[in-house]
């Protein structure tokens, strides 16, 4: 079985790499499809430093002296790089969202395809589990996590339906989960439980403060010219993404000039979101929600 198949891998690539004989970041290193790639395309003075939290990222090791795999989350990329000794880079690359193994094992819990714990987490050394979420958070901060998180309106009533539940018996596996909700109709069924599980996913891993984080350390470690490109799954991060690169901040107005003008340290490359292809979304399913933005770096002042 694949690792992972990446998503948008061309196009992602040769809208990072600029500077054949420049330094990058793999954000996501996953199956490590993308770095590859990077890898091909870079000179013998060019360099890749990779990032992954999950053990299981270790089996996809790549033997090229111009790589480095940083067994870290993401939102420590301005630190690992300094402890490398990396000032700036040419360009970061980050595919967001899970992966394919992820979703393919069972006991790492990301998939309603299959019974298993309520885990979810993508650094397996992490304490924080969904199952630890729906058996110890208090009602009030199930439904806002499942409303902000899942974008889920009825909230508020399934906060009350798991506490109520939880109260009898501890929720376990991912069936006992599933059968809570069990009066969702069929038609409706799969989208629902998708944005439960994200809810609880994104709980589990703080991916939305990660996100932010990295987003900001990109605007000072990579260089003028440099690229950022960020491919996400799903409205909330596309839309932290879209702002970030737009305005360089996640909320707020940003300050403007007497005439209207504001300084952001990114400019968007494109005018529209990419999105795959009706071929790689029939070879690839897991890329149709996929959302590529691609942004350079502005010249900074002094």
Same mark, same amino acid.
């Given at each position: 079985?694949?690792?992972?198949?990446? =998503? %948008?891998? !061309?196009?992602? @690539? *040769?809208?990072?790499?600029? #500077?054949?004989?420049?330094?990058?970041?793999?954000?996501? /290193?996953?199956?490590?499809?993308?770095?590859?790639?990077?890898?091909?395309?870079?000179?013998?003075?060019?360099?890749?430093?990779?990032?992954?939290?999950?053990?299981?990222?270790?089996?996809?090791?790549?033997?090229?002296?111009?790589?480095?795999?940083?067994?870290?989350?993401?939102?420590?990329?301005?630190?690992?790089?300094?402890?490398?000794?990396?000032?700036?880079?040419?360009? =970061? %690359?980050? !595919?967001?969202? @899970? *992966?394919?193994?992820?979703? #393919?094992?069972?006991?790492?819990?990301?998939?309603?395809? /299959?019974?298993?714990?309520?885990?979810?987490?993508?650094?397996?050394?992490?304490?924080?589990?969904?199952?630890?979420?729906?058996?110890?958070?208090?009602?009030?901060?199930?439904?806002?996590?499942?409303?902000?998180?899942?974008?889920?309106?009825?909230?508020?009533?399934?906060?009350?339906?798991?506490?109520?539940?939880?109260?009898?018996?501890?929720?376990?596996?991912?069936?006992?989960?599933?059968?809570?909700?069990?009066?969702?109709?069929?038609?409706?069924?799969?989208?629902?439980?998708?944005?439960?599980?994200?809810?609880?996913?994104?709980?589990?891993?703080?991916?939305?403060?990660?996100?932010?984080?990295?987003?900001?350390?990109?605007?000072?470690?990579?260089?003028?010219?440099?690229?950022?490109?960020?491919?996400?799954?799903?409205?909330?991060?596309?839309?932290?993404?879209?702002?970030?690169?737009?305005?360089?901040?996640?909320?707020?107005?940003?300050?403007?000039?007497?005439?209207?003008?504001?300084?952001?340290?990114?400019?968007?490359?494109?005018?529209?979101?990419?999105?795959?292809?009706?071929?790689?979304?029939?070879?690839?399913?897991?890329?149709?929600?996929?959302?590529?933005?691609?942004?350079?770096?502005?010249?900074?002042?002094?």
């Amino acid at each position: 079985m694949e690792y992972h198949n990446p =998503v %948008l891998l !061309d196009e992602s @690539v *040769s809208e990072l790499i600029h #500077d054949s004989s420049g330094i990058y970041v793999d954000c996501t /290193f996953g199956g490590g499809g993308h770095s590859r790639e990077i890898l091909n395309r870079l000179k013998e003075e060019g360099k890749l430093i990779s990032f992954d939290q999950d053990e299981d990222a270790q089996r996809n090791l790549i033997d090229d002296s111009r790589f480095q795999l940083v067994m870290q989350n993401f939102r420590y990329l301005k630190n690992n790089l300094r402890f490398l000794k990396i000032k700036k880079v040419a360009g =970061v %690359l980050a !595919d967001l969202g @899970v *992966s394919s193994h992820q979703f #393919d094992t069972p006991e790492r819990g990301f998939s309603t395809r /299959f019974d298993g714990e309520l885990d979810m987490r993508m650094n397996q050394s992490a304490k924080l589990t969904a199952k630890l979420i729906l058996n110890e958070y208090e009602e009030e901060k199930l439904a806002e996590i499942f409303y902000y998180y899942g974008e889920l309106k009825n909230s508020r009533r399934m906060a009350k339906e798991v506490v109520a539940f939880r109260s009898s018996q501890k929720i376990n596996s991912i069936n006992q989960l599933k059968g809570i909700f069990s009066y969702i109709p069929k038609n409706i069924e799969n989208k629902f439980f998708a944005q439960l599980f994200q809810a609880l996913r994104i709980e589990v891993n703080d991916e939305m403060a990660s996100l932010r984080e990295m987003l900001m350390q990109c605007g000072e470690v990579i260089e003028d010219g440099g690229r950022l490109v960020v491919i996400s799954y799903h409205s909330l991060e596309d839309r932290l993404v879209k702002r970030y690169m737009k305005t360089g901040m996640f909320e707020g107005d940003p300050e403007r000039d007497v005439f209207g003008n504001w300084s952001a340290p990114f400019k968007t490359l494109q005018s529209k979101v990419i999105v795959p292809t009706a071929e790689e979304i029939k070879t690839n399913p897991r890329a149709r929600s996929a959302k590529m933005r691609i942004a350079v770096k502005n010249e900074t002042n002094g």
